[in-house]
DNA sequence: CGACACATGTAACACGTTACATGATTTG
DNA sequence: CAAATCATGTAACGTGTTACATGTGTCG
């Protein structure tokens, strides 16, 4: 959702071609989330086709300039007038993966932990260690940078409270009765 | 990909039914993220179609029981011992959104900020006054918690930057000439 | 000339999400 | 009996992502 925003909000600003949109996206987010331009073209005909673009006539050097409808101009209106709200829950790749994992006999979430630890504190300072060119870079970073934090962070209270519970309640098995492991209803 | 993951993971302990493989991700999530039935059926497909699982004969009672193949068992035992690596990185909406209204002349990025800001407090306000069942449910809370926390420093650190640079670098123009405003290719 | 960036587009696919249809079973 | 829950599925759609084809212009 937040490209095709993105992108109708920088068309309110005045008429682009595809391919300079891609060069804005890019510059105003100090190339953080790389776009690949096919997908310019794609979202704006989605634009397009929900009425918010407008596909204008080949310029002198042959560029198809797109222009932003009212009903487009509204929506950005409303996209910059109202917050961003997570829905109940943002789906989080790792909470999800950890919530499973930990539930699931045989599985030593200790080690998940830590291999994730790993993985995560070597982001952090990968993040931690990016130049800063512009002040955009650095904001965006900045982004970056905090949630990283907090993902350690989450890792290791995690695992000082399954420290704390070494009978951590979250081993359960299956609600309902059924086979425990193997594959007994086709034979092998 | 987490929750077909996550289903592939449940079925690595054995077989399962559509309607019962939702209520296990509930389960084990503590329902933190609602996972729509039509969603279980179709990533079943899914899996099926790339050899994941296989889709069993029906029970006495009608019950489709699906197991997981070889293939389907090294995919999960792939997933839980790598960590989860945020891309270059995370497409993150409010990031995002913020880094571009940032560049746009017209808006008032301070206000911008402090809505934002309202609506992440009161979002963590609710998270942290989320009843905590359970060890599931609480460790799950605490992923929300640490990245409501984090989006909040955030935006205050943002604010923050902002009013040491009043005249702040984010205020660019587009690179290209362009027109600047209005509809300059067609007529209204 | 050859390599490379510019520029536009198409086609397919990924996962996730929702709406809908259908029927069996349970329960107030 | 009526309503709710259980259970299975289908069909369509959303954004995002990638691979590919094609052509122009530029620069060493």
Redesign the pocket.
Known sequence: ???????LAILDQGPC???????EFDRRTAST???????????????E??GLVE?GE?DV?????WQITDAGSEEVARWLSSPVVR?RAT?D?LAIKLAVAATLPGVDVGVLISTQRAASLSRLEEIRSAPSADFTASVVNDSLLFAAEAELRWLDRLDQRLAEHPDHALQRELS?DRPRRGRPVRAA
């Open positions: 959702m937040s490209v095709r925003q993105s992108l071609y595809g391919y300079q949109l891609r060069a989330w790389p776009l690949n331009v096919g997908q310019i073209y794609n979202t704006l005909e989605r634009l086709r929900d596909r080949p050097q042959g560029h198809v300039h829905a789906r790749e309902t």
